[in-house]
């Protein structure tokens, strides 16, 4: 380390994971750069949160498939490396499914051992300035920070990897009375036959309801909007599996339970109890209304409210950061750049841009981190984005590598719905003829991992004749009536185009001068692989690559089509497959319908009973 070197093009605020694999990534792209962490060394948040020291990050270690960029899918506390004989990977150090958090601190503090990088510990930044000059890309100074022991350090582009900066703490007059997650006591004897509330109703609010389930007497977590279920949205955030006992127990009539209600005023009698007031919507009331009532007796109230990742104190008004959600995230356009030129945020704070994937854990934002440090290249040192090409044209070598690629993908398998997409520029050479054997003339570029928000606003994107969004996607929002343990079915195997799964499936868009033009949706499974047959008597394991063939010759003329791309081939149709008779079929609709007919008897009633006639009111 240059420790008399006062400017850097790149400074990163924090040394958690994000801050970590950014430094990797540098690094290894010969960037000049600088991490500063205010703690004495890597991963210091981990060393006391989660405060219960139980992950929630899945260490799955075996997957049955020998790629480990398919088990990566699986490892979601790994960092990315780019070593193949021996990486340093999370799951070398147990086999828990839910680790202890030491052991994140522990694995954060050897990959820094194993790949050195420019950190700087004990630099605590405590103001950060945005000098007033032009946008001119050669400037030497645009951030100046000052740090705890006084001195400045300059940088061209700031990249804030603080993590969860501060508690989120809800505004509530008495707020300041309670406990909070960060000091709550451990110790289950205080809680021991007492009545406790927990205000909050994500993963750190049922976490420490789960941990005092079996000491406390009776606990009611206070949440102002229904618990979110991670198995419902298929987002990592919301409340997970591992943390729900107090659901159960409450759907179990076990004393402890759950209010949906907002809390307006909590106050400390003479006894030392605890009093809170709160506000609840009741719509099934007679006549529907708002009551504001109040329970009395508590001997611990625990506020567990989550998080911001943005802390704006850290930034003087010549470059504070405009945020959402009450504070709670930055505001980040698509290239994870705030709302200040030139400053971006870098780890779990990317999760502001995607409440649908894994942006907001590690098995997510590595993939952003590694998509943002080609990006950055790209935009300040005018370095191309990394690309695999394809020269001359051939169907089915690209066909075979497509295929292969997005059966094994992790960043796109982690970063779905079209979060992080690959593209596929077609180019055949001007004045040459398609070939339906051999090869043609021209090239295919093959770029990883790009939001596909951004690749849309990019003119090379906008202009290209033919362009291949790929992505894997589920499509759960195509069924809002299922609950979880409804998805079983898989989607229909006679269907070409699979665009009602629930299992995550590879997605190809197909788009002419930045306007879509086709979509295919190959079709699902259990293990997300496109490569393999998925059960005995898959008798056509090729109809993913030819489903993809025949997209591909269908836009660009180059190869054959018409290739077979159902499930069974067709002798093998009557074996495996019995159609329904007409009777079964029949019985089947009238199930349906009478389900249907409950659901709406059942809303209609509650529809009549909180008719309000407007002439009264």
Same mark, same amino acid.
């Given at each position: 380390?240059?420790?008399?070197?006062?400017?850097?093009?790149?400074?990163? +605020?924090?040394?958690?994971?994000?801050?970590?694999?950014?430094?990797?990534?540098?690094?290894?792209?010969?960037?000049?750069?600088?991490?500063?962490?205010?703690?004495?060394?890597?991963?210091?948040?981990?060393?006391?949160?989660?405060?219960?020291?139980?992950?929630?990050?899945?260490?799955?270690?075996?997957?049955?498939?020998?790629?480990?960029?398919?088990?990566?899918?699986?490892?979601?506390?790994?960092? +990315?490396?780019?070593?193949?004989?021996?990486?340093?990977?999370?799951?070398?150090? #147990?086999?828990?499914?839910?680790?202890?958090?030491?052991?994140?601190?522990?694995?954060?503090?050897?990959?820094?051992?194993?790949?050195?990088?420019?950190?700087?510990?004990?630099?605590?930044?405590?103001?950060?300035?945005?000098?007033?000059?032009?946008?001119?890309?050669?400037?030497?100074?645009?951030?100046?920070?000052?740090?705890?022991?006084?001195?400045?350090?300059?940088?061209?582009?700031?990249?804030?990897?603080?993590?969860?900066?501060?508690?989120?703490?809800?505004?509530?007059?008495? +707020?300041?009375?309670?406990?909070?997650?960060?000091?709550?006591?451990?110790?289950?004897?205080?809680?021991?036959?007492?009545?406790?509330?927990?205000?909050? @109703?994500?993963?750190?609010?049922?976490?420490?309801?789960?941990?005092?389930?079996?000491?406390?007497?009776?606990?009611?977590?206070?949440?102002?909007?229904?618990?979110?279920?991670?198995?419902?949205?298929?987002?990592?955030?919301?409340?997970?599996?591992?943390?729900?006992?107090?659901?159960?127990?409450?759907?179990?009539?076990?004393?402890?339970?759950?209010?949906?209600?907002?809390?307006?005023?909590?106050?400390?009698?003479?006894?030392?109890?605890?009093?809170?007031?709160?506000?609840?919507?009741?719509?099934?009331?007679?006549?529907?209304? /708002?009551?504001?009532?109040? #329970?009395?007796?508590?001997?611990?109230?625990?506020?567990?409210?989550?998080?911001?990742?943005?802390?704006?104190?850290?930034?003087?008004?010549?470059?504070?950061?405009?945020?959402?959600?009450?504070?709670?995230?930055?505001?980040?356009?698509?290239?994870?750049?705030?709302?200040?030129?030139?400053?971006?945020?870098?780890?779990?704070?990317?999760?502001?841009?995607?409440?649908?994937?894994?942006?907001? $854990?590690?098995?997510?934002?590595?993939?952003?981190?590694?998509?943002?440090?080609?990006?950055?290249?790209? #935009?300040?040192?005018?370095?191309?984005?990394?690309?695999?090409?394809?020269?001359?044209?051939?169907?089915?070598? +690209?066909?075979?590598?497509?295929?292969?690629?997005?059966?094994?993908?992790?960043? *796109?398998?982690?970063?779905?719905?079209?979060?992080?997409?690959?593209?596929?520029?077609?180019?055949?050479?001007?004045?040459?003829?398609?070939?339906?054997?051999?090869?043609?003339? @021209?090239?295919?570029?093959?770029?990883?991992?790009?939001?596909?928000?951004?690749?849309?606003?990019?003119?090379?994107?906008?202009?290209?004749? *033919?362009?291949?969004?790929?992505?894997?996607?589920?499509?759960?929002?195509?069924?809002?009536?299922?609950?979880?343990?409804?998805?079983? #079915?898989?989607?229909?195997?006679?269907?070409?185009?699979?665009?009602?799964?629930?299992?995550?499936?590879?997605?190809?868009?197909?788009?002419?001068?930045?306007?879509?033009?086709?979509?295919?949706?190959?079709?699902?499974?259990?293990?997300?692989?496109?490569?393999?047959?998925?059960?005995? @008597?898959?008798?056509?394991?090729?109809?993913?690559?030819?489903?993809?063939?025949?997209? $591909?010759?269908?836009?660009?003329?180059?190869?054959?089509?018409?290739?077979?791309?159902?499930?069974? /081939?067709?002798?093998?149709?009557?074996?495996?497959?019995?159609?329904?008779?007409?009777?079964?079929?029949?019985?089947?609709?009238?199930?349906?319908?009478?389900?249907?007919?409950?659901?709406?008897?059942?809303?209609?009633?509650?529809?009549?009973?909180?008719?309000?006639?407007?002439?009264?009111?």
């Amino acid at each position: 380390m240059e420790s008399d070197k006062t400017h850097y093009e790149y400074i990163v +605020i924090g040394a958690g994971p994000g801050g970590v694999q950014m430094a990797y990534f540098m690094e290894k792209a010969k960037m000049d750069y600088l991490v500063l962490e205010r703690a004495d060394g890597p991963g210091s948040f981990f060393r006391t949160q989660p405060r219960h020291r139980t992950l929630i990050s899945i260490n799955k270690k075996y997957n049955v498939f020998p790629e480990a960029e398919f088990n990566l899918r699986h490892d979601w506390n790994s960092l +990315i490396n780019n070593e193949e004989d021996n990486p340093l990977l999370f799951t070398s150090y #147990t086999d828990k499914l839910f680790p202890n958090a030491d052991m994140l601190v522990e694995y954060i503090e050897d990959f820094c051992k194993k790949y050195p990088t420019n950190i700087r510990y004990n630099t605590n930044v405590t103001v950060v300035h945005r000098d007033d000059m032009t946008d001119d890309h050669q400037s030497k100074s645009k951030f100046t920070l000052t740090v705890n022991n006084g001195s400045q350090l300059t940088c061209r582009v700031l990249l804030i990897a603080t993590g969860a900066a501060l508690p989120d703490d809800p505004v509530i007059p008495g +707020i300041e009375l309670v406990d909070t997650y960060e000091n709550h006591s451990l110790d289950k004897e205080l809680y021991k036959n007492k009545k406790v509330c927990i205000l909050g @109703g994500g993963n750190s609010a049922f976490e420490v309801g789960d941990y005092l389930a079996d000491t406390a007497g009776l606990i009611h977590l206070f949440n102002r909007h229904p618990v979110k279920f991670s198995w419902d949205t298929h987002f990592v955030g919301h409340l997970r599996a591992v943390n729900n006992n107090i659901v159960d127990m409450y759907h179990l009539k076990s004393l402890h339970a759950l209010r949906k209600c907002e809390a307006t005023r909590i106050w400390k009698t003479e006894d030392g109890k605890y009093n809170i007031e709160y506000d609840m919507h009741l719509p099934n009331w007679d006549p529907p209304g /708002t009551g504001r009532f109040v #329970t009395v007796g508590y001997d611990k109230i625990i506020a567990c409210t989550g998080w911001k990742f943005v802390n704006v104190t850290m930034f003087d008004d010549s470059c504070k950061p405009e945020t959402h959600q009450h504070g709670k995230y930055p505001v980040l356009d698509e290239h994870w750049q705030s709302t200040v030129k030139d400053m971006y945020f870098a780890g779990t704070p990317m999760q502001s841009r995607d409440r649908r994937a894994a942006s907001g $854990f590690i098995h997510g934002f590595r993939y952003n981190i590694r998509t943002m440090c080609h990006m950055l290249r790209l #935009t300040y040192n005018k370095i191309e984005l990394p690309r695999k090409t394809f020269s001359p044209i051939d169907q089915e070598e +690209i066909c075979k590598w497509v295929i292969k690629h997005v059966s094994v993908v992790s960043a *796109l398998y982690q970063l779905g719905q079209g979060f992080l997409c690959d593209v596929m520029l077609v180019s055949p050479q001007e004045g040459t003829t398609p070939q339906e054997t051999g090869t043609t003339p @021209g090239k295919v570029e093959y770029i990883h991992e790009l939001p596909q928000a951004w690749i849309r606003t990019q003119d090379w994107f906008l202009e290209a004749p *033919l362009a291949i969004l790929i992505s894997i996607e589920d499509t759960i929002d195509k069924y809002p009536e299922l609950k979880a343990p409804e998805f079983f #079915t898989p989607a229909d195997a006679n269907v070409s185009n699979c665009k009602c799964s629930p299992f995550p499936q590879a997605v190809f868009r197909v788009y002419k001068k930045g306007k879509l033009v086709d979509d295919l949706f190959i079709g699902g499974s259990l293990v997300v692989r496109a490569d393999t047959r998925n059960f005995e @008597g898959d008798t056509n394991p090729d109809r993913y690559a030819n489903k993809l063939r025949n997209l $591909f010759h269908r836009h660009t003329g180059i190869g054959k089509g018409g290739y077979y791309e159902q499930l069974f /081939t067709p002798d093998m149709w009557p074996k495996v497959y019995r159609p329904w008779t007409k009777e079964e079929i029949k019985e089947q609709r009238k199930t349906e319908v009478e389900k249907a007919n409950k659901k709406y008897e059942c809303s209609l009633s509650i529809i009549q009973h909180n008719q309000v006639d407007i002439a009264d009111m």
